[in-house]
């Protein structure tokens, strides 16, 4: 059986000496004294297996927040099609195509298959299930769909625009109406975007000398919608040229998986591990909530329940002290600005 195995974990680019081709052995059929046991394991053949940027994470000790991090000395783990070889669980049976969580290796021992799907159609392509129609296709489905709320009309923005999910994205945002720009980092890829995926625009990030301007050339209106695949410098341009109500769809970081230091902004991996979601707001947009408001927090302050605590000056020379000072932390609680005593 033949096996790429993770040598260890690792800092910077990942390098081929990180992992190293071995022969192992395997029984093709599953031990006889697993019969009737509570066993659910599967033996498959791996027929494809895919290269995601997720892998990058569980080379790191943590595993990035995703999963349990690669066993250093163990075959790497990812998404792959695969063939049923034998069976203990109800849901497979020998000979079934399937998708899902597998190992680098020829033959997988799988015990607790908790990410593997069956396939049913096969007049397409078997490898569409690492890509179109597996974990990159419906990352750009769910995220395009449903985090991002698109609207027919509407200016969308993607990064990594060529690869497994960008394509996708874009073609779906094409399909929903919206003018859709994509951003690559070869021409080649830029022809691909314009001439094969059907974008409206696409530019090369790697000849852009400002990425804001870029933004600005493609986006005289502003970004809507931007699918983020890559984070770093590029988000922080996006960032000033989004409109009015814009979502951005955290998607990737790819910029950031291999650096030491993390460039342009910080500290959004646990948005995207977590699922956060960070929402501008401003209250003019809530002033029809303000009897509902009113209402609610009069009772409470009747009850004693909502407390309030003012900072009150005297006299309207002492205003512009104040008002500094809230930028000094000298208020402590709500600072009024009280021009004369009642
Ligand atoms: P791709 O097929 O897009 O391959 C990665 C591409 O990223 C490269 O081809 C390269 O394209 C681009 N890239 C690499 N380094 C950089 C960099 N420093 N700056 C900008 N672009 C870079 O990968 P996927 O479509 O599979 O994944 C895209 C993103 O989506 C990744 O960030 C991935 O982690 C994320 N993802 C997230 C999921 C989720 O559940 N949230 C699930 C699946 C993927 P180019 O030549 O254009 O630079």
Known sequence: NKQILFRDFLTGYPKESNMVLSTGTIRLKLPSCEQGSDSKAILVKNLYLSCDPFMRHMMT????????????GSPIVGFGVAKVIDS??????????????TGWEEYSLISEPTVLFKITDTDVPLSYYIGVLGMPGLTAYAGFYEVCSPKKGEYVFVSAASGAVG??????AKLMGCYVVGTAGSNEKVH?????????????YKEEPDLNMALKRCFPEGIDIYFDNVGGPMLDAVILNMRSHGRIGLCGLISQYNREKPEGIYNLMPFLVKCVRMEGFRVPHYYHMYPQ?????????????????????EGLESAPAALIGLFAGRNVGKQPRKWFKR
């Open 61 to 72: 000790p943590e595993g990035g927040g995703y999963a349990p991090p690669y066993t250093p």
């Open 192 to 204: 691909l975007l314009k001439n094969k995926f059907g974008f409206d625009d696409a530019f090369n």
């Open 293 to 313: 408001f009113l209402e609610l927090a009069l009772k409470y302050i009747r009850e004693k329940k909502l407390i309030y605590v003012e900072d009150t000056v």
């Open 167 to 172: 394509q996708l994205v874009g073609q779906f």
């Open 88 to 101: 203990r669980h109800p849901d497979f049976k020998k000979g079934d195509l399937v998708w899902g969580i």
